[in-house]
């Protein structure tokens, strides 16, 4: 099997775990809410656990959406180019966009490993160390920009050859 194949395989087994936790987040603040105003008995940690899930749930997708070509782009522009033109657009924009995500990510790891050094910085009710919040979210920008490299190349290799003038999204 490819290391492509691969790749989007571990990206839909995320997605189908960010589908499955975000389940359990709705499941989580329905119960909240009858706790709270049926038996007047909130569960103090149901809100901070799914502000958590929200960030978990977009750093296990991300990526998974970009391959699907499902991020929001400006259809009725790139569609007034030339399917050649087009893929050297988008191959050019996903490449810039891998450096930008390239820079949040190793930025994000070096936070992640500065909070490691300084001890438990803890936040909220539930007194996680911030770096455990962190590290999710840099490996979510990292299989991201994996993916826009591969987009790119994609792109830039269809521009180059002219293959699939006809299909390009």
């Known amino acids: 099997m490819k290391a492509g194949a691969i790749f989007d395989r571990f990206l839909g087994v995320l997605m189908?775990?960010?589908c499955v936790i975000f389940v359990?987040?709705?499941?989580?603040?329905?119960?909240h809410v009858v706790m709270r105003y049926a038996l007047n008995q909130p569960i103090g940690w149901a809100l901070e656990v799914c502000e958590y899930i929200l960030v978990g749930i977009v750093s296990l997708g991300m990526a998974w959406l970009l391959k699907e070509e499902g991020h929001v782009k400006i259809?009725?522009?790139?569609?007034?180019?030339?399917?050649?033109?087009?893929?050297?657009?988008?191959?050019?924009?996903s490449a810039l966009s891998a450096v930008a995500v390239l820079i949040i990510v190793l930025y994000g790891l070096r936070e992640t490993l500065n909070l490691i050094e300084m001890g438990a910085v803890e936040?909220?009710?539930?007194?996680?160390?911030?770096?455990?919040?962190?590290?999710?979210?840099?490996?979510?920008?990292?299989?991201?920009?994996?993916?826009l490299v591969r987009r790119s190349y994609k792109h830039l290799r269809a521009w180059r050859t002219g293959e699939g003038q006809g299909t390009m999204h």
């Open 75 to 93: 259809d009725f522009l790139l569609n007034r180019f030339n399917p050649k033109p087009r893929a050297l657009l988008i191959g050019i924009t």
């Open 16 to 18: 189908f775990a960010a």
């Open 123 to 147: 936040t909220g009710l539930l007194r996680i160390p911030k770096a455990y919040l962190l590290f999710p979210l840099s490996i979510g920008c990292l299989l991201f920009f994996f993916q």
């Open 24 to 31: 359990f987040a709705m499941l989580l603040v329905c119960t």
